[in-house]
């Protein structure tokens, strides 16, 4: 592929650090739609990321936590049954920001009495029927966990990338990042101000084994850095902002860890 390039563009060096800057600088000016690309944990325990842009996987690695908001998710169905003739598609419920969900038309939603949904409603998350503990039981499922699936959406600034990256975590590690937010707070640091750490760990249960984020402080940002962090939220901002449902390509079901009412 790069045997057509221009010759003085094929050499590693034809570039110089200003002009490369320059040119990425006013092609991301020219973006009209920003797509975030995402940084997934990998399934069954592999103790990887993967980053879905280049298919790379780490097993650990460094990152700026830009910012991050919640976001839930309720399947009355299972992954991949056929959804009945004239029945919309996707999950009974979802919530872009963890705070206020709406409800697939036709569902018979009990934060509005059990009443069929339109889809225009707004329910707020906090109190919801379907996010109690042991709430599983009210679509039918085993399980002491929620009918709902909760989850937050971090976003991470990785050295030698312009666009942030998604990292959304499940609900295994939820505690993990809340923990470590709380620490970073007692000791004066906001999570933009510092190099994050993240790496996993693998918990196994029975016969069940899943991956845990785990975040790790690292060095504190110098001002320049942080002034660097700063531009990029900015810039940014309209992209890493929740959404009023969770996306379609996102409808999918999460591992069977979340059942577990301990690891909360």
Known sequence: ???????????QTALSDDVREALLQEQSEQLTFVEIPRV????????????KDTQRTE????????????????????YGDEVPEGTPSGPACSSGDGHVGRPRQGF?????????????????????????????SLL???????????????????????????LILSPTSLRAFDQYSATLINQGFPLPAVVTKLSQTIVEKGT????????????????????VV??????YQ?????????PEADWETEDSDDDEETPF
Request: charged content about 25%.
């Open 230 to 235: 700063r531009e990029k939220m900015q810039k």
């Open 238 to 246: 309209s992209a890493m902002a929740p959404r009023a449902i969770v």
């Open 108 to 136: 018979a939603h009990r934060g509005i009495g059990g009443a069929e949904a339109d889809g225009t409603e707004s329910i707020p998350c906090e109190g919801c029927p379907y996010n109690e503990w042991a709430s599983a």
């Open 140 to 166: 039918g499922k085993a399980g002491r966990g929620k009918a709902c699936t909760n989850q937050r959406s971090v976003y991470l600034v990785v050295e030698g990338a312009e666009l942030p990256y998604e």
């Open 59 to 78: 097993r650990e690695f460094e990152a700026v936590i830009l910012s991050s908001h919640g976001r839930n998710t309720m399947w009355d169905r299972d």
């Open 1 to 11: 592929m790069t045997e057509n390039l221009p010759a003085e563009i094929n050499e």
């Open 208 to 227: 069940m084994k899943w991956a845990q984020a785990v975040f790790t402080m690292g060095d504190a940002l110098t001002d320049e850095q942080f002034g």
């Open 40 to 51: 997934a944990i990998l399934a069954a325990g592999a103790g990887l990321y993967e980053f």
